[in-house]
C-alpha cells in the first residue's frame, strides 16, 4: 500500500498552510476540545455543517448556556434550537443534543472520564451507544486522547482523498478507511508534535483540492503518488 512520502510533506505545508483555520477558529476548538461533553457537542453541532457554521451555533449556545450534560439536558428543546439557530440545521441539532446531553447526564452520571480511560476499541463501542455519536464523532474524542496514528478521523473528504488514492476500494468500511490512512501516513518520520498538523494538511487538501465534483489534479500535490491523478 501506498505511503506518503516524506518530501511532499512540505509541499503540503507551503499550499495549505494558508488555508489553515483562524486563530479565533482554533481557539474556540481548542476549548471545546478541553472537555469531553462540550468536545462531543461541538462534533455532533459540525454533523453536515461548514465548520464557520459549527463555530457560529457552538458560540451561540455557549454565550447562553453552560455546555454542559445537566444544564443542556434540562432545556426545551425550543430554547435549544433558538440557541443553534446561528449555524443552521437547529432544530434537528437541538433534537439530537437534548437527547445526548440527557443520556450523558442519566447514564453516565455526567461524566465521560472514565469512559474514555477504557481501552481504545471499548472506549470507541461505549461512546458509540450514545444517541447521535458514530464513528467519526467517537474518533474525534478519541484522536485527542490516542492520537490520529490509533484513532484518525475518517470524514467525507478523508473517505474520497483514500478512494482516489487508491488506498481503499468504493464500498470500503469506516475502519477499512481508517486503517489505510493510518498506514499511509510515515508517523514515526514525523515528529509526534506535527502529526495533528500533518492530518489537518491533509484534510485541507482533500477538502480544497481533491474535490468533490472536480478534483484539481493539476495543482496536487499528491498527484505523483495517487491512482486516479496519474490515470
Ligand atoms: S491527484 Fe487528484 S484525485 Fe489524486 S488526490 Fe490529488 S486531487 Fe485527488
Known sequence: MATLPINLISSLEEKYSRLWWSVEEERVYEEAMSDPFKALVFTLLSQNTSSKNTHRAYLSLASRFNVDPWTLSRLDEG???????PGGLHRVKARRLKQLA????????????????LPLDEARRRLKELP?????????????IHGHRRAYVVDTHMRRLALRLGLVSEGASYRDVQEALMSFIPWSEVPAEKHERLVGLLWLLAK?????????CWECPLRVICRKGKA
Do not use: I, M, Y
Not at 452520571?109 to 474514555?116: E, K, N, Q, T
Not at 474518533?139 to 485527542?144: E, F, K
Not at 480544497?208 to 484539481?216: F, I, L
Open 79 to 85: 430554547e435549544l434550537a433558538e440557541a443553534l439557530r
Open 102 to 117: 440527557r443520556r450523558v447526564a442519566v447514564k453516565l452520571h455526567g461524566r465521560l472520564d472514565a469512559l474514555l480511560s
Open 132 to 144: 447521535g455519536v458514530g464513528d467519526k464523532t467517537a474518533d474525534v474524542l478519541l484522536s485527542r
Open 208 to 216: 480544497h483540492t481533491c474535490q468533490a465534483r472536480r478534483p484539481r
